[in-house]
């Protein structure tokens, strides 16, 4: 038997009722636009060279980790019109179960993805490493490590902030 901690729910529901009531803490982009401008500049030069769907599951797959509401919003739009499909989309969060549905280079993106993202051993394993290396040439491997990095940066803007999803 399972119990729910009633409290967590609670304040949780309170968390979402207070954001979608008062939108998000601050706009940090309009507070800091040089920063918001050079993260904007990483971005076009970190993706330059890699598909943009692979980015694009790479983004979505950061911020299912991240809960970035806003971030998610916006990758998933970006994903579809980038021509990912919907299957593949609702299965992103399950990639290592749906194994099937991804390219071993995705494959080896996402788990690098999670890696960078979650870093919970205190660094990138060796083996997630060498597998993106394997499917990844120099270069396209640091553009897809600063794609990682540069949407963990963002995640963290927008959870912060509580950013909304749709606006802005």
Not at 148 to 166: E, K, M, Q, S
Request: net charge negative; aromatic share 6%.
């Amino acid at each position: 038997m399972t119990t729910v901690n009633t409290t967590e729910m609670t304040t949780e529901r309170k968390e979402a009722a207070h954001t979608e009531q008062h939108g998000p803490r601050m706009h940090w982009a309009k507070l800091a636009p040089e920063v918001f401008k050079a993260m904007l500049a990483l971005e076009v030069a970190a993706k330059r060279g890699l598909d943009p769907v692979l980015v694009e599951l790479v983004k979505i797959r950061a911020s299912q980790i991240n809960r970035c509401a806003f971030c998610l919003d916006m990758h998933v739009k970006d994903a579809r019109k980038a021509g990912e499909t919907e299957e593949r989309i609702y299965l992103l969060n399950a990639w290592e179960e749906a194994a099937g549905f991804y390219t071993e280079k995705e494959q080896a993106a996402l788990a690098l993805t999670e890696a960078m993202t979650v870093l919970t051993e205190g660094s990138v394993p060796d083996a997630v490493y060498e597998r993106a290396a394997a499917h990844f040439d120099e270069a396209e491997l640091a553009h897809l490590i600063a794609v990682i990095t540069t949407i963990n940066a963002w995640n963290r803007f927008g959870v912060t902030t509580r950013l909304v999803p749709g606006q802005m």
